[in-house]
């Protein structure tokens, strides 16, 4: 029996995990939040501006290097499970080993042999998740892949 690469359970972990990093985010804001009301009421100008830089910095930065990726990663997610997904199957050439970073996630190139409309082969191209697990499998060999756009929701031997 066949296991598919993401389940629900995958993307409910991943929204879970982004409230849990908004929420590390936004704790420190609201204590910030005290000095800055405290300099605007007492018209101190260096509390109001230290206060509201360095709030700044810590939504720049925290969402720059703990949200993003997350939002990235669960947007992939949702669109492999709820998309709009094309099935084919089609000759296994290669996996690259070389991470290419597409629309915030990280993948690997996975190419595929197949013919166009003349009946002329090509390396037919698309994006495997560099967390997912991929089947063992054979230069040759026939892969059934599920994609949406080029990024692969599912893949294993035809």
């Not at 849990?20 to 936004?26: D, E, G, S």
């Not at 910030?32 to 206060?51: A, D, K, M, N």
């Amino acid at each position: 029996m066949h296991t598919p690469i993401y389940t629900d359970a995958d993307l409910l972990a991943i929204t879970r995990q982004q409230r849990k990093r908004w929420l590390l985010i936004a704790l420190p804001c609201l204590l910030l939040l005290i000095p800055l009301v405290l300099g605007l009421h007492l018209r101190v100008e260096w509390l109001t501006s230290v206060s509201t830089v360095i709030i700044g910095v810590i939504l720049i930065a925290g969402y720059d290097l703990a949200i993003k990726p997350l939002h990235c990663y669960a947007r992939h997610l949702d669109n492999c499970l709820h998309g709009r997904t094309r099935e084919c199957e089609l000759p296994f050439i290669r996996l690259s080993e070389n991470i290419d970073l597409v629309d915030g996630v990280q993948f690997r190139q996975l190419l595929c042999s197949d013919t166009d409309g003349k009946g002329r082969p090509y390396e037919r191209l698309f994006y495997f998740d560099v967390l997912a697990t991929f089947p063992e499998v054979n230069e040759g060999d026939l892969l059934h892949v599920v994609h949406h756009d080029l990024a692969v929701a599912d893949v294993y031997p035809a």
